[in-house]
């Protein structure tokens, strides 16, 4: 039973590339979230999707970030152009109705 | 296989009762371990925990780690309605990968 993948789990590049980060929720879950953290900042909420729509994405830093869900079983987060200040952890999770979330295991993003 | 195991899975008291959250792990090149508190969307941080048997306080709240029995608790005393939430415990590895479990649901009846 797979829980929320996501790739890819390291992830260094430079300054200015654009970085893709992707996630694939439990299958039959309608409710997907995109999550950064940092020490400085704990645990903030980017975006969250239910039935493949975004919802709420004022957690969404700026306009370099964007994130898509193209159907029930993918999801992406772009960041275009990184920089070293998006250097932090990123979390998918998801969720059927009000649920628990399922976490996964997260994606390490160092800008240089 | 690397896991996470909290319990109770819910749980209903008492305002001013003492709750006791537990989490247990297998994960193979420990790093932390951290509890956070979810009340709406975004889990709130609570504490990190990297060594044995240093308490981490925080008001009522405090969190212990025993990396021999490989368990943490959470402790909140004299609990009110606000403490109501699910409280979350991840443990990461030296790879910077992270394992949840799927949480403690608490409420706290007046």
């Known amino acids: 039973d797979a829980g929320v993948i996501q790739s890819p789990r390291h992830e260094v590049t430079e300054m200015g590339q654009e970085v893709t980060l992707r996630c694939k929720p439990i299958s039959g879950h309608n409710s997907l979230f995109w999550y950064r953290q940092t020490m400085m900042r704990g645990l903030e909420l980017l975006i969250y999707?239910?039935?493949?729509?975004?919802?709420?994405d004022s957690g969404m830093p700026e306009d370099r970030f964007s994130a898509k869900m193209p159907n029930a079983s993918f999801s992406t987060l772009k960041i275009q152009p990184s920089e070293p200040r998006d250097s932090a952890v990123y979390f998918c999770?998801?969720?059927?109705?009000?649920?628990?979330?399922?976490f996964g295991p997260g994606t390490r993003l160092t800008v240089l | 296989e690397d896991k996470v195991v909290q319990s109770p899975l819910s749980l209903v008291v008492h305002e001013g009762d003492t709750v006791t959250l537990n989490c247990s792990y297998e994960?193979?090149?420990?790093?932390?371990l951290l509890w956070y508190k979810q009340e709406k969307k975004a889990p709130t941080f609570l504490f990190m925990l990297?060594?044995?048997?240093i308490e981490k306080k925080s008001g009522r709240l405090s969190s212990i780690l025993d990396k021999k029995e490989l368990f943490s608790i959470l402790n909140i005393t004299a609990t009110q309605t606000g403490d109501s939430a699910i409280y979350l415990c991840?443990?990461?590895?030296?790879?910077?990968?992270?394992?949840f479990g799927t949480g403690t649901s608490l409420t706290v009846i007046p």
């Open positions: 999770a998801s969720n059927l109705g009000l649920a628990t979330q399922y």
């Open positions: 994960v193979t090149n420990f790093r932390s």
């Open positions: 999707f239910n039935n493949n729509v975004p919802i709420d």
């Open positions: 991840a443990v990461e590895n030296t790879g910077n990968q992270f394992y």
């Open positions: 990297t060594s044995s048997g």
